[in-house]
């Protein structure tokens, strides 16, 4: 196993991998690919994200917050850096999204769309 080389091949391998996943985690995996940076990022890539011999690519979770609060990816804008702190929660089910009921999921989205100005 080794870290993805291009962000081609990490973003193609990352995709394979969040098909089959678990909602939360699939989700993370979009917001970084829709995203763009962090694929691209080599010390993203070299730090947390693993590769099989067929392709298929892997956030290490654990990995990528030891990372980020290592202060590895500081050279990143704040809004990059907002982004990646997101997708790591989101991957490793912090605010454990995946239990959450109907009322409280749209209770989620609603505040959180509200906070970003687009529920007014």
């Known amino acids: ?49 693993e590769r099989d011999r067929d392709g298929t690519c892997w956030i290490d979770w ?6 980020f609060d290592a202060g590895e990816f500081a050279k990143a804008s704040t809004s990059e850096i907002a982004v990646l702190d997101l997708a790591i929660t989101l991957g490793q089910d912090r605010f454990r999204f ?5 009322a409280n999921a749209r209770a989620i989205t609603d505040t959180v769309a509200y906070a970003l100005g687009i529920l007014r």
Request: some cysteine; glycine content about 8%.
């Open 62 to 67: 654990t990995a990528a917050r030891t990372a």
């Open 1 to 49: 196993m080794s870290a993805p080389t291009s962000t081609t091949s990490a973003v193609i391998g990352l995709r394979r991998w969040a098909r089959g996943h678990s909602p939360h985690v699939a989700a993370a995996v979009g917001l970084l690919i829709v995203h763009g940076t962090w694929p691209a990022r080599p010390e993203f890539r070299e730090a947390c994200v």
């Open 98 to 102: 995946s239990r959450m009921g109907p």
